[in-house]
């Protein structure tokens, strides 16, 4: 018995398929191997974190009845932000067709579809029984509640990112641009849902306000774009599939966004810290003090501000590091910089309870170490999302697709296709000019089809 896939027959009999692993393995660089074993041994140890937490009345986490969110909620906080800010920045591309943004189309939506999920699973875990959630957010609908929605777009939101991953591989291109347009519209809806869960809290003085929503998406979109950053320089370094365009297209595309949004980012943070220092509200200037001066100090000013801000701008603007490598480098520091972010942000909103509500505790600050459970489940977080992602870029077709090409996004218009052959070792792109009122097109002309080929801009000969 054979299976037959993308038009190659295979042997599905054990002793083939661990002969073909074999044969992968051995082919496969000893740098990657590396790779792969360190991320297998941190999804191990995030798997081990996960069996400990799940058993109920087991207390295997560090949080308190002062400070119930601990850094699982971080996490989720993080992957959940980071998934949106990847559809913000790609949509340019995949919505309105903005040429520069178009390579950044197939990475976007694999990268965003994993952030969820790992976001899921991480809630999952918190949550000890997420099946309640399931049944109860169905069951039992909560329209006044601010978490409810958030259940309700990011579950609609995880539809939508399959759907634009499937059409997009399998080319239902009228599919993918509704999908496009959804998961774009869904990415602003869900991280503004998600900060209102923690807006509406008034025990919680520095949470509680109408700028958390707005800030939560302005720091979604750095996430998302310093999370381009790293996987562009990396696909134009190792040369991988679409360097080409990457490097003519996406990286000048990326550095510009991380260019504008670093800046407004510092903005967000001095204005955050102003309100809380001079505002009215009891309890926000201690909470404020506790990151300028008190126990989240230096977290804010190393990780956040010096990591996270100011030497990613330094990189950008200074001529010599205005590279590739320079991009990485900044696009590291960033991502490095938007995870303190957040834990500064969960923290802070519980260090100083300001009322019987938000707990009561001996000293002028609450007090929170994680768990060594919470840091083995962070860890096989990152290293399930690392995995999945190597492997997507190994054996997935990650050259740009003809989407664009085929009418797809908002911004482009919808010439003729020829059938791209299957099996042809080059795509022929074919297009014509004419209207929907305008005469049927002509055969076409294998010449012409060269000469248009070669005269399209940075466009690939061929998949890689």
């Not at 998961?183 to 869960?197: F, K, Y």
């Not at 996987?231 to 000048?252: C, D, K, S």
């Not at 990613?312 to 603007?317: N, S």
Request: contains cysteine; proline residues 8%.
């Amino acid at each position: 018995m054979s299976v037959h896939v993308a038009g190659r027959s295979l042997d599905p009999s054990p002793r083939a398929v661990l002969r073909a692993l074999g044969a992968e393995v051995a082919a496969t660089p000893r740098a990657l191997k590396l790779w792969l074993g360190l991320l297998l041994v941190m999804c191990g140890i995030g798997a081990g974190g996960a069996v400990l937490s799940l058993p109920p009345g087991w207390e295997v986490l560090g949080t308190s009845p002062s400070f119930e969110w601990g850094i699982l909620i971080t996490a989720y906080v993080f992957f959940a932000i980071t998934t949106s800010g990847l559809c913000l920045a790609s949509s340019l591309g995949t919505v309105f067709g903005v040429e520069m943004f178009l390579p950044l189309e197939k990475r976007h939506a694999i990268l965003a579809l994993l952030s969820l999920v790992t976001a899921f699973g991480i809630i999952a875990l918190d949550l000890h029984y997420p099946v309640r959630m399931v049944f109860g957010a169905v069951l039992s609908p909560s329209p006044l509640s601010p978490m409810w929605w958030m259940g309700v777009f990011y579950g609609i939101y995880l539809v939508f990112l399959v759907t634009e991953v499937w059409s997009m591989f399998t080319g239902r291109w009228g599919i993918h641009r509704i999908a496009c347009i959804l998961s774009s519209i869904t990415a602003v809806l869900a991280p503004t849902t998600l900060g209102a869960v923690f807006g509406i809290l008034a025990a919680r003085s520095f949470w509680h306000g109408a700028f958390t929503p707005p800030a939560m998406v302005a720091t979604a979109l750095l996430s998302g774009v310093a999370l381009l950053g790293i996987v562009f320089a990396l696909v134009h370094h190792y040369r991988l599939t679409g360097h080409e365009r990457a490097g003519t297209l996406a990286i000048p595309a990326i550095r510009l966004l991380l260019a504008i949004m670093l800046p407004v980012t510092v903005l967000v943070v001095a204005w955050q810290m102003m309100f809380g220092l001079y505002g009215a509200v009891p309890g926000l200037a201690d909470a404020t003090a506790a990151i300028l001066v008190g126990p989240l100090a230096p977290l804010f000013w190393i990780g956040r501000v010096v990591i996270g801000l100011a030497l990613p701008i330094g990189l950008l603007l200074w001529p010599r590091t205005r590279t590739t490598p320079g991009l990485f480098a900044a696009s590291c520091l960033t991502f490095v910089g938007i995870a303190v972010d957040r834990t500064v942000f969960v923290a802070a909103g519980q260090v100083v309870p300001n009322s019987a509500v938000a707990g009561t505790v001996s000293t002028p600050f609450a007090e929170y170490v994680p768990s060594l459970v919470e840091i083995a489940v962070v860890v096989g977080a990152f290293g399930f999302f690392g995995l999945v992602y190597t492997l997507a870029e190994r054996y997935l077709p990650m050259d740009e697709h003809r989407g664009h090409l085929a009418g797809a996004f908002l911004g482009t218009s919808a010439p003729v296709l020829a059938p791209e052959p299957v099996l042809a070792p080059e795509p022929v792109l074919i297009a014509a000019a004419t209207g929907p009122d305008g005469p049927a097109p002509e055969p076409p002309d294998p010449d012409a089809d060269a000469a248009l080929a070669a005269s399209a801009a940075g466009w690939p000969g061929g998949a890689t």
